[in-house]
């Protein structure tokens, strides 16, 4: 089994920035893609980064500038630094992750989701 926590998360003013992170632990013999998403009160989920295991990076269009996604592979941690946040960023975030077992098999995590919230 394995274990993703995320950590990080709190209010802040609008046009500050947050740093979360998300540290995965347990049966893991590599960890392929990991991502956040974020969820939003009456609104579906939604990717806003990903981070493969060799570094390359996609973005949702609503937070490219504003974000950066990197990975610790020793640590077998992500991290998303926000910057610029606005109002419309809060929401509930979620660490992803796609850990290859021991045994060659690609299994996808999620953690908890810790809370952002952007207000004056």
């Known amino acids: 089994q394995v274990q993703l926590v995320e950590s990080g998360g709190g209010l802040v003013q609008p046009g500050g920035s947050l740093r979360l992170s998300c540290a995965a632990s347990?049966?893991?013999?590599?960890?392929?893609?990991m991502g956040w998403y974020r969820q939003a009160p009456g609104k579906q989920r939604e990717l806003v980064g990903s981070?493969?295991?060799?570094?390359?990076?996609n973005y949702a269009d609503s937070v490219k500038g504003r974000v950066t996604i990197s990975r610790d592979n020793a640590k077998n941690t992500v991290y998303l630094q926000m910057n610029s946040l606005r109002p419309e960023d809060t929401a509930v975030y979620y660490c992803?992750?796609?850990?290859?077992?021991?045994?060659?098999?690609?299994?996808?995590?999620w953690g908890q989701g810790t809370q952002v919230t952007v207000s004056s």
């Open positions: 992803n992750a796609w850990v290859q077992t021991a045994q060659h098999v690609a299994i996808n995590y």
């Open positions: 347990g049966s893991i013999f590599s960890i392929n893609a």
């Open positions: 981070v493969t295991s060799d570094g390359s990076t």
